[in-house]
């Protein structure tokens, strides 16, 4: 996934799948593996501690470097949590020099996430889970040149236990994984046991499918931005114009993404329902829309969307 002597950052929990992806990144990776660790500040001191210490020993025994940090407020829910602890990563991982942040998701958490998605009203973009090699998740200006490897996406979490488990090495426990108050939480232990009951296969089968979506939609995406550097017109005050016969005639799925494509273009990120009230307003529905920094209208045969300030 990278040249060989190039550093890279590996994000350490002290859970079992990090603490496998760490082990494996630094037997096998030639060039500097820095670990790093983040305190969420959600749990208990001393579980906190714990953990930090285990991180601590590993990486000693492994002779890698770890950086720690820590939130400076207390996380409102999983979202704002993850965002944090990326946020925090892109500063780690550039002041590291690291090309790259590799972190320990694995084939189990992809179904988990694909059936969350799903679940929250996804489109075949959600549906593709999480890629192999990706941007940065969430906005950082430190992490623009850093990419997001999960090199284990493919394995089972069966797998990285019995891969520990030949090492004698017991990972760090976060009873918050438990917790049935994190959507996470349900749907890995109440809602994948028993689709694993309809097929022993689930787990694989959910994650192939997100595979498949994500080659589906690159493939569509590719499309959508042909027809844009065919078609889309940017004018000297900023303002894209698109003809609306022409983006009318797309296939749906296309149509879509060349209008988000049109919006990153401009800089401007459209939810699902954006893209839908865009998508009606193109085919006739209304003239004018506005839309959290975007004007959108159609005027006779031109589409147009401009930023709105």
Known sequence: MVPADVSVLVACSGGPDSVATLIAVARTHAGTVTAAWFDHAMRPSVEVAREGAFVRRVTSALGVSVVEGRSTTTPRGEAAARAARYRWLARAATKAGAVACITGHTRDDQAETVLLRLVRGAGARGAAGMAPDASWPVASSSASRVRLLRPLLDTSRRDVEAYLAALELEAAHDPSNESREYARNRV?????????????????????????????????????????????????????????????????????????????????????????????????SGRRLTLPGALAERRGTVFKMRRNA
Do not use: M, Q, Y
């Open 188 to 284: 890995r232990h109440d809602v994948l046991p028993l689709l694993t009951e309809v097929n022993s296969e689930a787990t694989a089968h959910l994650a192939a499918f997100a595979g498949r979506e994500r080659e589906d939609d690159t493939a569509l995406t590719a499309w959508a931005e042909r027809w844009l550097d065919k078609h889309a017109t940017v004018s000297s005050g900023g303002a894209l114009a698109l003809p609306s016969a022409e983006l009318v005639a797309l296939p749906p799925a296309v149509a879509r993404r060349a209008l988000v494509g049109a919006g990153a273009r401009l800089g401007i990120a459209f939810g699902g329902a954006h893209v839908e009230a865009l998508v009606r307003l193109a085919g006739g």
